[in-house]
């Protein structure tokens, strides 16, 4: 069951409320799960049950995504305001140094975790932040296109698609390898939370000059990337290694950009082994 919590961050306009929407399961040590732009954390659906044998999940729904609120206005969706947002978060909900794991938008938010020392292991699913401008501009015109369909379908229309494989691989092939595997109420919830994300177009506006270029030192890190990843091009991950050197670079044979659908065993066992 979702539940939202409440808090108080500080921000250049001074302290600001702010509401986030997790669900958690488990036990054992806290693990936060974070998920990319557009997505939200039913996202993280096909791996909860495997991570939560041995950890305390805590998936989250990041600010104007899924069913949490957007920030307050003026308050902008950069790299540091929401790494204070995930940190307020994590203290409100007694989560001392979770282990943090991040797809996309969620792997570049749990490096940043690690780098303040706010998480004891992260584990980066294609983080984003590693690409050259042209990468960054071909990603995000994808990310633009895909919301601009979902806005122009009809929700009659992608319940339909979303009962055939056939369609759930019109809806969600730039994302997943193996579209045909995701549940169609999968398909249709991504879909509405793509069309209905309010932060989608600030947080796109402050990526435009967001490059992750500090070394995170002292934890265990893993940057991870699917073989078949169509958004951030896996030639990005050797990249992520020069950053970080002692990062452990997997790959994810067969892989999609959101790779937990694609193959859940292979992605939770590269999560429980770094946190491990």
């Known amino acids: 069951m979702t539940t939202t919590v409440s808090f108080t961050v500080a921000t250049a306009d001074g302290p600001r409320p702010v509401s986030v929407a997790y669900e958690r399961t488990g036990s054992g040590e806290p693990l936060l799960l974070l998920h990319g732009i557009g997505h939200h954390l039913r996202a993280w659906d096909p791996v909860t049950r495997i991570l939560a ?51 996309s938008l969620g792997g570049l938010l749990a490096l940043e975790l690690g780098r303040t020392e706010v998480a004891r292991s992260v584990t980066a699913l294609s983080p984003a932040g590693f690409w050259t401008e042209a990468e960054r501009r071909y990603a995000f015109g994808t990310l633009r296109a895909m919301r601009r369909s979902a806005l122009a379908l009809p929700v009659p229309l992608i319940e339909r698609l979303s009962g055939s494989a056939a369609g759930r691989t019109a809806l969600t092939s730039t ?40 070394d995170v030192k002292g934890i265990p890190v893993t940057v991870a990337w699917g073989t078949r990843d169509r958004i951030l091009l896996r030639r990005q991950g050797a990249r992520a290694k020069r950053v970080i050197p002692d990062a452990r670079l997997v790959r994810l044979p067969g892989c999609g950009h959101v790779p937990m659908n694609d193959d859940p065993a292979l992605v939770a066992r590269v999560i429980l082994d770094t946190s491990r």
């Not at 609120?69 to 947002?85: A, F, Q």
């Not at 549940?183 to 991504?190: C, L, R, T």
């Not at 932060?199 to 490059?211: D, I, P, V, Y």
Request: no cysteine; net charge negative; charged share 25%.
């Open 175 to 214: 994302i997943y390898a193996r579209p045909g595997r995701r549940s169609p109420e999968g398909v249709v919830a991504e879909t509405l939370a793509l069309r209905e994300a309010t932060g989608f177009h600030q947080t796109l506006e402050a990526g435009r000059a967001t490059l992750f270029g500090e």
């Open 53 to 103: 044998a041995e950890r305390d999940v805590i998936a989250v729904d990041l600010p104007g995504f899924g069913t949490s609120p957007g920030l307050p206005d003026g308050v902008p969706y950069d790299l540091g305001t929401i790494r204070s947002v995930l940190d307020a978060f994590s203290a409100e909900l007694g989560l001392e140094r979770p282990h943090a794991a991040g797809n």
